[in-house]
């Protein structure tokens, strides 16, 4: 289980590390220079995804607050509660990146056409209903979530080696599992719609692009390259959220947790925002240029 451990470290390490890069990068771009209306909602989502690596896998946020000797109970309640927030963050800026890609890529005489000015107009809005809303919903975590004493006395989930899930009425756990499930059912069948949709106006852009323009200039448009890069990251966050949503809902049913998928699990919920950064580091040419421009300098 050791060798597990060290692979998570390694992995919060590395997420946390290219989240960094990648936040600096968007700061530096939001403040200097002219950010394009998807550079606002990634540097939201890469600050999300700094936070969900600390939390998410029961490591090194943990790790800290024993060293500050905080109480156990409190500091459940307290990872518990903010990597629930994180993770709806997650999806719900996700959805908002996919969402607005859409919108920016429909052609002038779609139906989404109109929406492009609205959006920008709006975007400071929308961030502040998702944090609200988010930050409402997950309140069920500070109630439900404890320090671990005994399973056998209390009737506890064991989680981690110090956390556990406390018992709830059957009635509360169902109404719970029902609206957090259809939110992200919800927010997930929005990334699909817009992924088909998408798909179908790169390939008819790229169909009427072969009577105008050589195949070599079409590759080297801005904008397909970011569309591919948020399809390929919703396209994985979708694979990665029914792991997550699959062990979770097994775990929540037979209410026990094994240690060996609890480490699966965790390694499950930090590869999105492990990988998210490296990807979008690897797409994006400002990022590659600037690299390129800090070693040139630096030689």
Not at 28 to 42: A, E, N, Q, V, W
Not at 149 to 165: A, D, G, I, R
Not at 209 to 222: A, D, Q, T
Not at 235 to 241: D, L, P
Request: charged share 15%; with cysteine; hydrophobic share 45%.
């Amino acid at each position: 289980m050791s060798s597990f451990k060290n692979v998570l470290y390694f992995q919060a390490g590395l997420g946390v590390l290219a989240n960094m890069v990648l936040l600096l990068f968007y700061i530096f771009i939001i403040l200097g220079h002219r950010p394009k209306p998807t550079d606002l909602i990634s540097c939201q989502l890469t600050f999300v995804h700094i936070i969900m690596v600390l939390t998410g896998g029961d490591i090194l946020l943990t790790d800290l607050f024993e060293l500050l000797n905080i109480e156990n109970d409190f500091k459940c309640k307290t990872i518990f509660y903010i990597s629930r927030v994180m993770r709806g963050l997650s999806i719900c800026t996700t959805c908002l990146l996919s969402v607005f890609q859409a919108v920016t890529i429909s052609p002038s005489t779609s139906f989404l056409a109109k929406f492009k000015q609205k959006l920008k107009k709006y975007m400071v809005c929308v961030f502040l209903c998702i944090w609200s809303f988010n930050l409402a919903f997950s309140t069920n975590r500070i109630f439900y979530v404890g320090g671990f004493t005994n399973v056998s006395e209390t009737n506890q989930m064991q989680v981690t080696k110090s956390c556990s899930l406390l018992p709830m009425n059957i009635i509360i756990r169902g109404l719970i599992f029902t609206i957090s499930t259809s939110r992200d059912v919800f927010l997930v069948g929005v990334m699909l719609t817009t992924s088909v949709y998408m798909v179908i106006t790169m390939f008819r852009y790229h169909r009427q692009c072969k009577y105008l323009h050589s195949i070599s200039h079409l590759r080297e448009s801005p904008e397909k390259r970011a569309t591919q890069t948020i399809l390929l990251l919703v396209s994985f966050f979708v694979v990665m959220y029914w792991v997550d949503f699959i062990i979770s809902f097994t775990s929540d049913m037979i209410w026990m947790y094994d240690p060996l998928i609890l480490t699966v699990q965790k390694f499950m919920m930090n590869a999105y925002p492990t990988i998210t950064p490296l990807v979008q580091i690897s797409s994006d040419n400002r990022i590659i240029i600037m690299l390129k421009n800090l070693q040139s300098k630096h030689q």
